[in-house]
Nanobody, 122 residues
Framework: QVQVVESGGGLVQAGGSLRLSCTAS????????MAWFRQAPGKKRERVAT???????SYRDSVKGRFTISQDNAKNTLYLQMNSLKPEDTAIYYC????????????????WGQGTQVTVSS
């Protein structure tokens, strides 16, 4: 049984940093495309960053240069290092995983975590 569990959210002041973690069990992370999504109150879920099974990464424009997605295959864990946080980064952040890259990109991944709240105060 596959489980995906996020952690690391919290409250931080603008300009601060947080590192989110996503631990996957029941799958080999190296075989999967994985991604971070977020959803703010009253807004649609949006893709934040992705990492393909070959290690290729991508970011939405608003987080480029501030966020870094990475993966520790030995620990089956995905990370999102978030620096220079802004109030508009406030959202619930979700981890997603799927063997098929396009399903992750489209937000239709088979496996999702329960989310972790990130709140950035001004």
């Amino acid at each position: 049984q596959v489980q995906v569990v996020e952690s690391g959210g919290g409250l931080v002041q603008a300009g601060g940093s947080l590192r989110l973690s996503c631990t996957a069990s029941g799958l080999i992370a190296n075989d999967y495309a994985m991604a971070w999504f977020r959803q703010a109150p009253g807004k649609k879920r949006e893709r934040v960053a992705t990492i393909d099974s070959d290690g290729t990464t991508s970011y939405r424009d608003s987080v480029k240069g501030r966020f870094t997605i990475s993966q520790d295959n030995a620990k089956n864990t995905l990370y999102l290092q978030m620096n220079s946080l802004k109030p508009e980064d406030t959202a619930i952040y979700y981890c997603a995983a799927d063997r098929t890259k396009w399903k992750v990109w489209l937000g239709d991944a088979d496996y999702w975590g329960q989310g972790t709240q990130v709140t950035v105060s001004s």
